[in-house]
């Protein structure tokens, strides 16, 4: 039986051993594991093969996580890319999600977290974990589910998007308090959000908000 290949991409030794070990224990059978240390090593990994499963960093020592995956998404537009990092920022899960990324884990979660991420993800679905949005194991309609929101709940969006608190959204769009918890219960509802940062990630996936860094 033919493996799964999947290529790791950090640029710690520890974490590399770290990762291998994790696959090797619980995926035994499953894939063939090759790493790259660097960016460009990755990309020389990807212009002689291709992976099946990406977990990459964000940081490494000469080009961008962000860079490696656009380089993935480019060659290889079916890619499934799990990112594997410390930065539990928004702004750095808003951007990832508008480079489709397939799941996000966290260097700090349990390792079990990134072997349910594995799972989902090779299944064909999404995995999230982080302090700032809750795991979402859902495959999700991202091309069509944004829409039917209506003008109203349009703007609504925009003003959770930057920041704004119910009360400011009212007074903003003069309207009522309840009125906004209204349209934020139908925003979840219509983007399949359990929380504002999953609506704003869900939301930047449908191609309904830019990505802008802080």
């Known amino acids: 039986m033919n493996k799964n290949t999947l290529l790791i991409v950090d640029d710690h030794d520890i974490v590399i051993l770290g990762l291998k070990q994790v696959v090797h224990t619980f995926f035994p059978t499953t894939f063939e594991v090759d790493f790259a240390k660097s960016g460009r090593e990755a990309l020389r990994k990807i212009a002689e093969a291709k992976f099946d499963l990406y977990i990459l960093d964000l940081e490494l020592p000469d080009i961008t996580g ?3 995956i656009d380089h993935i998404r480019k060659r290889y537009a079916e890619a499934k890319i799990i990112v594997h990092t410390q930065h539990d920022e928004l702004w750095y ?21 990134l072997v349910e991420a594995i799972h989902q993800v090779m299944e ?3 995995y999230l974990l982080s302090h700032t949005a809750i795991e979402s194991n859902t495959i999700l309609d991202f091309k069509n589910m944004g829409k039917n929101l209506s ?18 959204i009212a007074e903003e769009l003069c309207i009522s308090v309840n009125t906004v918890e209204t349209h934020r219960r139908h925003l979840n509802e219509k983007l ?18 830019t990505v802008l860094e802080d």
């Open 151 to 168: 003008e109203r709940e349009l703007a609504v969006l925009k003003c959770i998007s930057l920041g704004l608190n119910t009360t400011e």
């Open 192 to 209: 399949g959000a359990k929380n504002t940062a999953s609506l704003i990630m869900n939301a930047v996936k449908c191609g309904l908000l």
């Open 124 to 126: 064909g679905n999404s």
């Open 66 to 68: 962000f860079e490696v």
């Open 93 to 113: 899960h808003r951007k990832l999600y508008s480079y489709h990324v397939n799941g996000i884990c966290l260097k700090s979660a349990d390792s079990r977290n």
